[in-house]
């Protein structure tokens, strides 16, 4: 993986954890080792993660809450103040083992702490794994929206086990494979296809299928994010769907929605908003719909008024002045920005998308 930093090394499969002390120990010396993790991810993974990482009880492991709404600049300030009280120096890493919130959050103190020590992703769901340990993007919410305080901070080493999926609650690893279906929109068709084929046996976490999707989504996302790695263009396509969630998640105070359940009904919203475009084709739009449904039910679209998504959009990172700007898909396996899309047919994509969408999953006795 290509970065600004220089190149670093995504390992991913089936025992990676096994080769972390390893590949760490390949990244040099360093003078103290800091765990950033939540509560509930150590008590899952933690005596896995120090078993491969070869590391002692010594070597400090600093928790926080890691659901969406504890996503702010309190918790920042909580870790930093923590490394600080065990000595994390200059020439100290920092493993961020977790899932996007983890990763975000760990990855915006390592950036910041000291003016950037070392950091090292050991990404523990299915999201993470697949795309936001990719990238070094970093970042907190503040109440006017999401992500919109941060940092590019590319790790030193990204580390993707499945094995770490195995206590993944099922709901938080359905929400994962909407970043999946994603970068097959955006990137790949005959992705998309498979997904079809396979999405049974996935959503069943059969080994097989899980050893083949994710190393490539690891690299369809580390292809684009080599091309663009700070956003200024073609980067961009990552965030298909991203601007209706990120308005959902912050008119909701991030409580009702995991991120990957957002990134579902955004894809949906995005695909209505490229046919009233005339962009995508309805044939797309169906399949789009029909595999994202495929997830399972989705927390219900909140009882809020167009005008206020419509402002939380206009807040998101993405927009120009206040112009909204969308990734939109003209067919599947391609996507690009479109920044002259009508308020007007935002509103009836709004309108409509909740509608339609009850309808269909109703009409199916529930959604498929």
């Not at 390592?110 to 990404?123: D, E, I, K, N, T």
């Not at 396509?237 to 990134?263: D, K, M, W």
């Not at 579902?264 to 009233?276: D, K, R, S, V, Y």
Request: some cysteine; charged content about 25%.
């Amino acid at each position: 993986m290509q970065s600004s930093a220089g190149p670093y090394s995504v390992v991913a499969g089936a025992g990676a954890i096994g080769y972390a002390a390893r590949e760490i120990a390949a990244l040099g010396r360093f003078s103290s080792v800091h765990i950033v993790s939540s509560p509930k991810v150590w008590r899952a993974v933690g005596k896995d993660v120090q078993r491969g990482l070869r590391l002692s009880n010594r070597n400090a492991v600093h928790l926080f809450n890691d659901v969406e709404s504890a996503k702010h600049l309190g918790s920042v300030e909580h870790i930093a103040r923590s490394l600080c009280r065990a000595g994390a120096d200059r020439k100290s890493l920092i493993i961020a083992v977790g899932g996007g919130v983890v990763g975000d959050v760990a990855g915006f103190v390592a950036a910041s702490y000291l003016r950037g020590v070392a950091l090292v992703h050991m990404p523990t769901t299915l999201v993470a794994q697949v795309d936001s340990s990719i990238g070094g993007k970093t970042g907190v919410n503040l109440p006017e929206g999401k992500n919109l305080v941060g940092a590019f901070y590319p790790p030193r080493l990204v580390i993707a086990d499945p094995e770490l999926l195995r206590t993944l609650p099922d709901r938080e690893f359905r929400g994962g494979l909407a970043e999946v279906i994603k970068h097959a929109v955006i990137a790949d068709a005959s992705k998309f296809a498979l997904l079809e084929k396979d999405m049974d046996k996935i959503l069943l976490r059969d080994r097989d299928a899980l050893r083949s999707l994710i190393p490539r989504n690891i690299q369809i996302k580390a292809r684009v994010v080599s091309r663009d790695e700070r956003e200024s263009g073609l980067r961009e396509i990552l965030n298909f769907g991203h601007t209706f969630a990120h308005a959902l998640e912050s008119v909701t105070h991030y409580r009702r929605y995991q991120h990957g359940e957002a990134v579902a009904w955004g894809m949906m919203a995005a695909a209505f908003l490229g046919h009233e475009l005339r962009l995508t084709p309805a044939d797309d739009v169906s399949r789009i719909i029909s595999l994202v449904h495929r997830l399972g039910p989705l927390p219900p679209w909140p009882n809020i008024s167009n005008s206020a998504l419509l402002n939380a959009m206009r807040s998101d990172k993405k927009s120009r002045s206040g112009i909204l700007r969308f990734v939109l898909s003209p067919r599947i396996g391609h996507a690009r920005t479109y920044d002259k899309v009508p308020v007007r047919a935002v509103e009836r994509v709004l309108h409509f998308t909740p509608r339609l969408i009850t309808a269909a999953s109703d009409g199916h006795g529930k959604s498929q």
